[in-house]
């Protein structure tokens, strides 16, 4: 590929291995922990629904890779903005690729051939790529068979959803490091009343700590009534 410098991108500082709830997914988490350290797996393929952290886990393995002096990259792909297939190009010198969501570039002739030679050259490299997206890989709809194989190579690991209470814990712990306090009552309520998914969740809270801060009273379930009776669609 010709060298080109990848674009930069930037680290989400609240998406950590520390700031992950793991709950049912511990094994996952080593896993990704030992592939950020260069220890691990050459590829791993994480998939699962809609709001179960996959980014967060992604983002979190390019943080400990940097720390720990490895040269690291994410990119997050979003259908209505692709980049050019060229993105992937001097990216086969880094030690850790993460590529976030990948469905859209499936399908596409011209990324499925990019992704393909990328593969091939990081991996001679002996460099390590994480990918995620919502279907284990057996499932996309690839046009290139020998892509589809190159994904099925590494080691596919499931996302788990946490139960409920885990979910509770989650939410007092990012509160917590929001610099705010819930009680599990008021995360028990948000549970019935609000979207459960985690990306969902943590919006919310944002919007929770402004709000409270904002009328200087503590997120009661009487106040987060009032909230949420003046934002229905949250």
Not at 13 to 23: A, E, I, K, M, R
Not at 28 to 57: M, P, Y
Request: glycine share 6%.
């Amino acid at each position: 590929m010709a060298e080109q410098l990848p674009l930069a991108f930037e680290f989400r500082t609240s998406q950590t291995f520390n700031d992950f709830l793991p709950g049912g997914n511990a094994e996952t988490v080593r896993h990704l922990q030992n592939c950020a350290e260069g220890d691990g797996e050459s590829l791993i393929f994480l998939w699962g629904a809609h709001g179960l952290g996959k980014s967060h886990l992604l983002q979190a393995c390019c943080q400990q890779a940097h720390q720990l002096g490895r040269t690291a990259f994410y990119f997050d792909f979003i259908p209505a903005d692709l980049p050019s297939p060229s993105l992937l190009s001097g990216l086969d010198q880094f030690d850790l690729v993460c590529l976030d969501g990948i469905r859209p570039i499936i399908g596409n002739p011209d990324w499925e051939l990019a992704l393909f030679n990328f593969f091939n050259q990081h991996r001679a490299n002996d460099r390590q790529m994480v990918l995620s997206a919502e279907c284990p890989p057996e499932q996309l709809p690839t046009l290139l068979p020998d892509l589809k194989t190159r994904l099925n190579w590494g080691l596919t690991l499931k996302l788990k959803a946490l139960p409920d209470d885990d979910k509770i814990n989650a939410l007092v712990l990012k509160a917590k490091q929001l610099g705010f306090q819930l009680s599990p009552q008021v995360s028990r309520f948000l549970l019935t009343r609000c979207n459960r998914d985690l990306a969902s969740l943590w919006h919310i809270l944002a919007q929770l700590d402004q709000a409270s801060l904002a009328a200087r009273r503590k997120l009661t379930v009487p106040f987060l009534k009032q909230i949420l009776s003046q934002h229905p669609e949250e």
